[in-house]
């Protein structure tokens, strides 16, 4: 027998005992639905001669029980709809009262208004389609005398929510819209590098030699060919390793892997876009993104202007345009145009910023921007010719020696898509991976490896070429208006916490004292009291 550490899930298994002996399947295989809820009540006209006949399904999330007739709310992925039913009109009325919140049913019934002017669903039959055997933690909700939401005893625990995602997804519809307009972001990108004819490829996540970033990695092991293994930080080289054999635009939507920190803007597992284009360089791919951006913002917010926490952000071309040295001396007052690693570390302590003996030109700058520039940059900016060091994989500036040809859109204070004229001659990226191989020696242990097989590629023959990255999480990010990367994924990364025992409630914490002592109905919410003749 069953021992159970929470009364409401003890009194639930008993429940689908009682409904089971009754002869009811309470996990039956399917459900003939007919609409959602939202296209039912769509369709719903008050003056049909025949009222329209439904079959809809979803989660109980309220419960009203008036003897001979009780009002349940139903939530599907569109929306909710009032169910009416009567004990006349239901065989099966009486187990009704062994339904609770989160318990999953069907229901065939004809469309109608309550005196209230609420469109319902007058109940024919119901039929149990899932047992939900812990309570979940459903909030209440109520409208003030100025028609204002008052939500009480919401399921906001952050943690908890990102642990347990799918109980955040049940109770909380606006998470789900969160991650309808990531998939609207994605399938918008996709559809105008689409309709471009550029090509969309898979490259493998498991690299025998890791690069494309300066970054640290996850490591593994294949048995079968007794080698380590590495899962990819980028999916750069491989791209451009196909622009080698000949295609002219590819692109790749998938997941990169840092073994690195974790905080509101990364998560070792995030979604990149990465497209190249032969024959293009960094200042047409600059005026595409704008472009490319300006869509994927109407698409998912109807407006180029975006409302966020620090303000509202403006998407309308063109973008703002600076080269990084031009920010440093303006959120700074240090020009560092020409300067070696000891003027720069030099200007790095006068700004209080930490450094150490292993970081090169490129590393300090870096930190120097990093911490007195891009937080400044909330309109999107993009932030235009990079020293050399910074990105080993990118053109030198045709007229800026010193710097490379590479650009990064920082929006918000984050950087979300970095873009560089890809660099094609062999003999240079020989040079810029040794340089980064003594780097790496000094104690960098981000610095990249030097890959010879793409060194082989590039003496093949590469043409000339624009690549591009995008950040999908932290695009989202903006586009939702959410400050933390946890609430754009659907699990993100969290420390592994005790197992619970599976009968066991996983929300005490999320109900009040009161709440506890109550039947799962009491604790349901009430939008009103609908009485039906």
């Known amino acids: 027998m069953n021992t159970f550490e929470n009364d409401q899930v003890a009194r639930r298994y008993e429940e689908l005992h009682e409904l089971e002996t009754e002869g009811v399947v309470a996990y039956p295989y399917s459900f003939p639905k007919t609409f959602d809820t939202a296209a039912a009540r769509a369709l719903f006209q008050d003056d049909t001669p025949q009222p329209l006949q439904v079959a809809v399904a979803g ?39 062994l339904y609770d919140i989160g318990d ?25 389609l899932t047992k939900c055997l812990v309570p979940l933690p459903v909030p209440k909700e109520e409208t003030d005398e100025r028609g204002n939401r008052i939500i009480h005893d919401q399921f906001a625990d952050k943690e908890l929510r990102y642990r347990q995602r799918y109980l955040d997804l049940a109770v909380n519809p606006q998470v789900r819209d969160t991650f309808r307009k990531r998939a609207k972001i994605i399938t918008t990108m996709r559809r105008y590098l689409d309709q471009r004819g550029y090509l969309e490829v898979e ?33 750069e080289l491989n791209l451009k390793r196909l622009i080698v054999g000949g295609f002219e635009g590819v692109y790749e939507l998938g997941k990169n892997f840092r073994n690195e920190g974790i905080d509101k803007t990364h998560n070792p597992e995030f979604t990149m876009l990465e497209l190249y284009v032969a024959y293009k360089d960094y200042l047409w791919m600059l005026e595409m993104v704008e472009e490319m951006l300006n869509e ?45 690693a000891d003027a720069l570390r030099n200007v790095a302590n006068q700004l209080h910023i930490g450094v150490d003996a292993s970081m090169g030109a490129g590393k300090i700058i870096d930190e120097i921007f990093s911490e007195r520039v891009q937080p400044h940059l909330i309109q999107p900016t993009f932030v235009m010719d990079f020293p050399t060091e910074m990105v080993p994989l990118a053109k030198r500036h045709r007229s800026k020696p010193g710097l490379v040809e590479s650009w990064e859109l920082i929006v918000n204070g984050q950087e979300l898509a970095p873009c560089f004229s890809e660099l094609n001659d062999p003999r240079d990226q020989r040079e810029r991976f040794a340089e980064q191989a003594k780097l790496r020696a000094a104690g960098d242990d981000e610095a990249m490896l030097i890959d010879h097989d793409f060194l082989y590629a590039l003496e093949v023959g590469m043409p000339p070429a624009a690549g591009l990255g995008v950040g999908i999480d932290r695009l989202t990010m903006l586009l939702t208006g959410q400050e933390s990367i946890r609430d754009v994924i659907f699990f993100p990364m969290m420390r592994p916490e005790e197992k619970r025992p599976a009968a066991e409630n996983p929300n005490a914490a999320a109900a009040s004292p009161s709440e506890a002592a109550a039947t799962d109905s009491e604790r349901g919410e009430w939008d009103g009291g609908d009485r039906v003749e």
């Open 59 to 97: 989660r109980v999330v309220a419960i009203r029980r008036m003897g001979k007739a009780s009002f349940f709310h139903l939530q599907d992925d569109s929306g909710r709809l009032q169910i009416y039913l009567k004990k006349d009109d239901l065989p099966n009325y009486d187990h009704l009262k």
């Open 104 to 128: 999953i049913i069907g229901v065939h019934g004809y469309m109608f208004r309550t005196r209230t002017g609420e469109v319902s669903v007058h109940a024919q039959s119901v039929q149990m």
């Open 203 to 235: 490259t493998p996540v498991l690299h025998t030699m890791y690069g494309g970033a300066a970054a640290r990695p996850f490591s593994t092991h294949l048995n079968a060919l007794s080698i380590p293994l590495y899962l990819r930080i980028s999916l």
């Open 296 to 340: 994927v913002v109407l698409a998912v917010n109807g407006s180029l202007h975006v409302k966020t926490a620090s303000g509202e952000l403006n998407f309308t071309r063109p973008f703002r345009r600076a080269t990084m040295h031009e920010l440093i001396y303006e959120y700074t007052g240090h020009r560092i145009d020409g300067m070696d």
